[in-house]
Nanobody, 123 residues
Framework: QVQVEESGGGLVQAGGSLRLSCAVS????????MGWYRQAPGKQRELVAT???????KYADSVKGRFTIFRDNVENAVYLQMNSLMPGDTAVYYC?????????????????WGQGTQVTVSS
């Protein structure tokens, strides 16, 4: 059974830092892409940052220069270091692990989400 366990959320003042952690267990392969998404009240879920198995990263414009994503391929874990936090970063943060193999009717998709961890930034 695949489990996605997140930790590290909490309450922090503006300008502070938090580190989110996510570990995926129950699989024997390494995910092609791991990442973090967030959803603020009344808004759609949005991409925060992703990292490929080879280390290529992608960030939302709103977090560039403040957040850093990195992963541990041995542990199938992904982390998000968040610095210079702002009230606008307040949201539930979700970990995602994704691998897609093949195409069309032969596609195999492994797409797992965590339960979410609350990040609240006070002004």
């Amino acid at each position: 059974q695949v489990q996605v366990e997140e930790s590290g959320g909490g309450l922090v003042q503006a300008g502070g830092s938090l580190r989110l952690s996510c570990a995926v267990s129950g699989v024997i392969f390494r995910f092609n892409v791991m990442g973090w998404y967030r959803q603020a009240p009344g808004k759609q879920r949005e991409l925060v940052a992703t990292i490929s198995l080879g280390g290529t990263t992608k960030y939302a414009d709103s977090v560039k220069g403040r957040f850093t994503i990195f992963r541990d391929n041995v542990e199938n874990a992904v982390y998000l270091q968040m610095n210079s936090l702002m009230p606008g970063d307040t949201a539930v943060y979700y970990c995602n692990a994704l691998s897609v193999y093949g195409m069309g009717p032969d596609e195999e998709r492994y797409d797992y989400w965590g339960q979410g961890t609350q990040v609240t930034v006070s002004s």
